[in-house]
């Protein structure tokens, strides 16, 4: 049988079996190629959408799995134990926190989201805004739900195709913050070290800079934030091979995608990890266009003079500070800007 293999890197290899091959056959012919020949544990997808393969027992035939002559599977690395000092550990575990035991996995550009992104209405349609991007692709908004955790959601879905890993990235955040005292001081956080831990793991809590940067240095990938009100792009761990683009509102994050043009709704086509390369750069410059158009659909918050609605309780609150000290008080996490 042949098996086309869609590696990390996205690059395509072809490969040939027999048609009695089992699993032992399959890791060994993929562990000859050059750029999975450093061990790392593997996980393997196939179907559409794609679904894991179990190749736990390596005796099995590969027809027995569902595998045919000719299908494509995605080969990515297998999420690894997150291995953490026994001290942060014992400090979290005081702290009543839940720190990871695994770290997410980025997925592949093309696999196929949890759920998927909010359709939200603007003043032309139902349709998420996007700019042109080359002959054939658009540079499209992929909006997240407002409920305190997009930034999560946003960084879940661009990394690792998932818009439900909120916890266990909240869990990376404050195991970094408890391991480096010295980065994270009680000065930076703006208040105690361990309150700041507590605070940002619960569901309600607002990421900011701080989880940007975290989260960018754990997955060694540089995070562009685009502010919509200025244009600003802040780059966080710059400098790495791949980033992402996040779009920032004022409160409130989303996602940039690449997709071909005429796909809506279609997400497993969308790439939301670039390579740092000139093809890379006309997506940022597509993204920079993108927060412009947003721009002049005034998509962005006044932090400091809008005004804010509970929608939990009714009560009305000016600007970002208050809304977030109420929901920290609260615990209440539905909130809309009134005019």
Not at 176 to 187: G, H
Not at 264 to 288: I, S, W
Not at 308 to 335: D, L, N, P, Y
Request: aromatic letters at 6%; a negative charge.
């Amino acid at each position: 049988m042949k098996l086309k293999l869609r590696l990390p890197s996205s690059a395509s290899q072809v490969i040939t079996l027999s048609d009695d091959a089992v699993v032992s056959d399959l890791l060994a012919e993929v562990r000859l190629l050059d750029e999975l020949k450093d061990g790392t544990e593997l996980q393997f997808k196939s179907g559409f959408p794609p679904k894991s393969l179990d190749l736990s027992n390596k005796s099995s035939k590969l027809v027995e799995l569902g595998v045919r002559s000719g299908d494509q599977l995605i080969v990515s690395a297998a999420s690894v134990a997150v291995k953490l000092p026994d001290e942060v550990r014992k400090l979290a575990a005081g702290l009543g926190l839940s720190l990871p035991s695994r770290s997410p996995t980025p997925a592949q550009p093309t696999s196929t989201p949890r759920n998927t992104p909010t359709q939200r209405k603007n003043d032309d349609n139902t349709r998420p805004p996007e700019v042109p991007c080359g002959p054939d692709n658009v540079v499209v908004l992929r909006v997240m739900d407002d409920d305190n955790s997009c930034l999560f959601r946003a960084i879940g879905y661009a990394l690792l195709r998932n818009l439900d890993t909120m916890h266990e990235l909240r869990s990376l955040v404050a195991a970094a913050i408890l391991e480096d005292p010295i980065e994270f001081s009680d000065v930076v956080l703006g208040k105690p070290r361990e309150e700041y831990c507590k605070w940002i793991s619960k569901p309600n809590s607002w990421g900011g800079a701080i989880e940007i940067a975290v989260l960018a240095k754990h997955f060694d990938i540089t995070i562009c934030s685009i502010d919509v009100a200025t244009g600003r792009v802040d780059s966080f761990n710059p400098d790495r091979p791949t980033f992402i683009i996040l779009v920032y509102s004022g409160i409130h994050y989303d996602t940039v995608a690449l997709a071909p043009e005429g796909v809506d709704g279609l997400y497993e086509f969308d790439q939301t990890v670039f390579d740092n390369d000139a093809a890379g750069q006309q997506v940022l410059t597509a993204a920079d266009d993108l927060a412009a158009l947003l721009r002049s659909k005034h998509y962005f918050t006044d932090t400091v003079g809008f005004s804010i609605k509970c929608e939990v309780c009714g009560s009305v609150f000016r600007g970002e500070r208050q809304a977030q000290s109420h929901s920290e008080s609260t615990g209440h996490a539905q909130f809309q800007e009134i005019n």
